[in-house]
């Protein structure tokens, strides 16, 4: 399996992000230095999102919750949260770790982020790929 996320020598910040209007504002813990994927799936692909895939202990929606409204597709599995004002898409439930959250990267506020890298995922053949994301939502 290939890992794409080395979380294990770092320690955890709590990174602040939000939709564009900010009526969703969220909380991620996550380290500093991050590695995000790059997945050109068809969905992916239109909103230009680059994820980081956290468990559900670590993610917290502070505010807008009533403000967002959720997309499904295909297996409706994951679970593509968005807001009702702005349109834009700060994270949703992912179909490849659905007991966690994936955040859109390019949401998260930058002051708590020494750099990034981006990892390429081939999510255009999701289901021979899954698996390599399958641990980033594990505690």
Known sequence: MTTLN???????VTHTGSCH??????????????EVQDCNCS?????GF?????????FRILQGKDDLSVYTFNTHV???YFCNTCGVSPFYIPRSNP?????NFRCIDPDTVESFTVVKFDGQNWESNAENLAHLSKS
């Not at 080395?6 to 955890?12: A, C, K, Y």
């Not at 900010?22 to 996550?30: E, Y």
């Not at 969905?43 to 909103?47: A, D, G, L, Q, R």
């Open 99 to 103: 007991d966690g959250w994936d955040i």
């Open 50 to 58: 680059l994820h980081l895939i956290v468990p559900n202990s670590r």
């Open 43 to 47: 969905i992916c692909t239109k909103k």
């Open 21 to 34: 209007c900010k009526k969703v504002i969220f909380q991620v813990d996550a380290p500093k230095i991050l």
């Open 78 to 80: 994951a679970k593509h």
């Open 6 to 12: 080395n979380e294990s020598n770092q320690s955890f």
